[in-house]
């Protein structure tokens, strides 16, 4: 049977339409309606945030708090995530400037962040990269140096905590992704999470084509928010979620009992103080230990029709649209990550046996040459 690198979590049909039938009787789909508040107050408790802005998707999530930020200049970010990050920051008429990673969990390296800052710099977008949590202390206190905004891609750490504190109480909003492939999902849907409750009335508006009330526009907005038939599945979702992580919790357990010891592949260590969600599992291979490069594991794995992902490959600063604007090799850590990293299979359905197979099928690559 074929094995994805990502299968979404979804609740049982007759959950699910069991949940949607009452919106037959209200027709009320979309603007807001009753289950969309309803998640909303749900997230709070979850994520234990003040605010919840629930979106169609993280990207107008991430796009739209930088807006209503009034932001002008250079954001410092970087280069190792998805295409989304980078987009938002350009969509906003802003200039990304990239900060290398680091080499231990693959967030921005918070000690050359502030060798970037230069008087255009106005804010600081990291990315808690696969669960794993940017250094949250060392930004904020540079952040407060310098009088910069900072906002958190936090589309891979739903559930996560640092120090008893979700990861979405950190800066000065953080976006969280709720798409199909996420640890928790709406189908499609996406958060900002906030303390900041004028943050939190920008983005109502602007979400809602700038709309004050029923007469009044007084802003330039877009069309981004959530409807109810995904806001629904988001509840069926959170009653599940504690589980499904649990269950992704075994599949972690038997990665790295079964990869620790494999020279030439370098899985990520647990971080201090941080409780996981088990998002994603990567792995770098090392060509030269290894004996073998990243795409003979992959087109290995392929043959025995296990789906894995390049992920993130290439640099957000390497992609086609971006050519000629920015230099990678400033940022070697990352290039050396991205040219080198494979996001394995990882989902609650995923069995022990299936994630010791994949194992065994990664442990025969070695020394099998270069492709």
């Known amino acids: 049977m074929r094995i994805n690198v990502i299968r979404s979590s979804m609740p049982s049909f007759e959950e699910y339409t069991e949940a949607i039938k009452p919106l037959w009787d209200s027709v009320w789909l979309t603007n807001m309606g009753a289950n969309h508040e309803e998640l ?6 979850y994520l234990n945030v003040p605010n919840v802005s629930l979106f169609v998707n993280g990207h107008m999530a991430l796009e739209m708090a930088l807006q209503a930020m009034d932001l002008e200049g250079e954001v410092i970010t970087t280069p190792f995530t998805f295409a989304s990050t980078t987009h938002a920051i350009v969509r906003n008429g802003l200039t ?5 990673i680091d080499p231990d969990n693959y967030t921005i390296d918070a000690s050359k962040i502030e060798e ?7 804010a600081i977008v990291p990315v808690h990269v696969y669960g794993c949590m940017c250094d949250v202390e060392a930004i904020d206190s540079i952040a407060k140096k310098h009088g910069l905004k900072v906002i958190y891609d936090a589309a891979h750490a739903f559930g996560v905590e640092y120090k008893g504190k979700g990861a979405g109480s950190f800066g000065d909003a953080s976006m969280f992704s709720f798409h199909a492939t996420k640890v928790f999902h709406t189908i499609e849907g996406g958060a900002i999470t906030t303390a900041d409750v004028d943050l939190i009335d920008k983005l109502r508006k602007l979400k809602d084509f700038g ?7 007084d802003g330039i907005g877009a069309n981004a928010k959530m409807n109810e038939f995904c ?5 069926c979702n959170l009653k599940h979620v504690d589980e499904e992580i649990k269950k992704r919790s075994v599949v972690t ?5 079964n990869l620790a010891d494999v020279e030439g592949i370098r899985i990520l260590p647990e971080q201090k103080d941080v409780k996981p969600n088990h998002a994603y599992f990567p792995i770098v291979v090392n060509e030269e230990e290894f004996g073998a490069d990243r795409q003979t594991v992959i087109d290995t794995l392929k043959l025995n029709d296990i789906y894995t992902r390049k992920y993130f490959y290439p640099l957000t600063s390497d992609m086609d649209c971006y ?13 050396s990550v991205a040219d080198r990293v494979i996001t394995l299979p990882m989902s609650a359905s995923l069995t022990q046996e299936d994630a010791e197979r994949i194992c065994k099928i990664i442990r ?8």
Do not use: H, N, Q, W
């Open 211 to 217: 709309i004050k009330d029923e007469e009044i526009v």
């Open 253 to 257: 357990k038997t990665y790295r009992k």
């Open 40 to 45: 909303s107050r749900r997230l709070c408790e």
């Open 116 to 122: 970037l800052i230069t008087p255009k710099t106005c």
């Open 96 to 100: 990304p400037v990239f900060c290398d």
């Open 323 to 335: 050519k000629g604007m920015f230099d990678s090799s400033l940022t070697p850590v990352a290039k």
């Open 364 to 371: 025969g690559c070695k020394g099998a040459g270069k492709k």
């Open 231 to 235: 806001a629904v599945m988001g509840l």
